[in-house]
């Protein structure tokens, strides 16, 4: 299984701000974060902790297996957004797998990008410079969390 291509936040910023794109429908944002979820998200992002993700592929699958771009983030993009990223790609392998013969629709085209720098250098790149990329920021939380 290969490894997710990472994505920077302004090329994951270039699909938010796009008015002719839909989040959940030609990108999904997964944030794979706790609690600090709290502390502010990326708009349009859905909320699947790590822990959770193997129980919740089917569900993914089922709800963004036709959504071109899917990117998996967590706090640095260093554990769980990538391994998280990863148990979805294994996902989508299974699926195509399981569906050989029937050309895979829309999931064989679907990317998995990992966020470089998570959602911490999200939020550094964008709470200042353009707010309306930081959905929900609690600049206190952000205060008192040590990423």
């Given at each position: 299984?290969?490894?997710?291509e990472r994505l920077t936040a302004d090329e994951l910023a270039a699909l938010v701000r796009d008015?002719?794109?839909v989040p959940g429908t030609d990108y999904v944002v997964i944030d794979v974060r706790d609690e600090d979820f709290k502390v502010g998200h990326i708009p349009g992002a859905v909320n699947v902790p790590a822990h959770e993700i193997r129980g919740a592929t089917s569900r993914l699958?089922?709800?963004?297996?036709g959504v071109p771009t899917v990117v998996f983030h967590c706090a640095l993009s260093q554990v769980r957004g990538p391994k998280s990223a990863r148990i979805y790609k294994e996902a989508v392998a299974e699926a195509l797998e399981s569906a050989a013969g029937a050309g895979g629709g829309p999931l064989a085209d679907q990317k998995v990008y990992v966020l470089t720098g998570g959602f911490v250098a999200w939020a550094y790149r964008f709470k200042d410079a353009e707010p309306e990329?930081?959905?929900a920021f609690d600049q206190q939380l952000w205060d008192d969390e040590t990423f």
């Open positions: 299984m290969s490894v997710p008015k002719d794109k699958l089922s709800e963004y297996g990329l930081v959905a």
